[in-house]
């Protein structure tokens, strides 16, 4: 939804980006923030899969990852003033004098995830000391080398196996889509693998029934903050 507004104090974001452009750009940041969310690695990782392996990733819904024309890097000025026009709790852009509605339907025209079907699974909940969840989170630690639950996946240890990968089938498909959304569509802050969506994956024939737009949508306005 667009909306007209009579506002002046919008944030001049399209000025910044022709700055960018021409490299005249002189942004000064008054605020410290951190992105862990890493486009250049996911392209990387994109330009390296085989004809099957893409193959793959359209079976389970998430082949418009392939398409996007990604970047190294954003300038940092664009990211700042983007977050500052950003109102995480009624997901509306500003910009001089234009309002922008953020909805998971953007979320889906950008790249294309499944806006139909049911939530994204959560991690299970109980009085249990030990939850299905926990066994499969072993599980996966095992997988790579790890033992204990103080010794988290990270995401560089997951991209150099994927790139190393040269399989399609449902271990490729399962990581595939944690290591998709834990380093740019919803990423983690710690740059680990998020076991929260393990669950989320195990089925592999129903991933791509999932709203995964929803759950990027929501994501945004849980984790940005000013």
Known sequence: MIVQNENEDGLEIMDVIEQNKKGTGRHESEHKFVTKCR?????ELICELNDEQKKAVEEIGFGGLLHLKLIKEIPRGIVELLIKAFKPTSYMFRAKKIEFLLSKADVHDVFLLSRVGARV??????NCKVTADDELKVEWRRKFGLESKANPIKLNIVHDRLMSCNESGDDFKKLFVLYSMSIFLAPTTNYTLDLKLLRAVEDVANIKNSDWSLYVFEAVGREICW
Do not use: D, I, V
Request: glycine fraction near 10%; hydrophobic fraction near 25%; proline fraction near 18%.
């Open 121 to 126: 699974q959560k991690p299970m909940t109980g």
């Open 39 to 43: 486009p250049n690695k996911l392209f």
